[in-house]
């Protein structure tokens, strides 16, 4: 496999590995949030949206759970192989 396909296959598997936790505690606070809202049957919007907002603002507040850390990790590989890319062909 070409090394460009090799980094396009990296950098999709650093994003997923970045997100997924973000996405899957958002998951579990709109689960959560939709159960309470059947339960007591509330219509409000702004109930079902406010939750998520503040759990943004906590994970931007606190890191992320590591996904600088895996994006900072991407771009190091990235550059080291900035040479074996430059020298290639692209055909």
């Given at each position: 496999?070409p090394l460009y396909l090799q980094?396009?296959h990296m950098?999709?598997t650093?994003?997923l590995?970045?997100i997924?936790p973000?996405?899957?505690?958002l998951?579990?606070?709109?689960?959560?949030?939709?159960?309470?809202q059947?339960?007591?049957?509330?219509?409000?919007?702004?109930?079902?949206?406010?939750?998520?907002?503040f759990?943004?603002?906590a994970?931007?507040?606190?890191?992320g759970?590591?996904?600088?850390?895996?994006f900072e990790h991407?771009a190091?590989?990235?550059?080291?192989?900035a040479p074996?890319?430059?020298h290639?062909t692209?055909?």
């Amino acid at each position: 496999m070409p090394l460009y396909l090799q980094l396009l296959h990296m950098a999709l598997t650093t994003e997923l590995e970045a997100i997924t936790p973000i996405v899957m505690v958002l998951l579990v606070i709109g689960l959560v949030t939709a159960i309470f809202q059947s339960a007591f049957q509330i219509e409000d919007t702004t109930f079902s949206l406010l939750p998520k907002i503040f759990a943004m603002i906590a994970i931007g507040l606190f890191g992320g759970f590591g996904a600088l850390r895996v994006f900072e990790h991407f771009a190091v590989m990235l550059i080291s192989h900035a040479p074996g890319l430059v020298h290639q062909t692209w055909s």
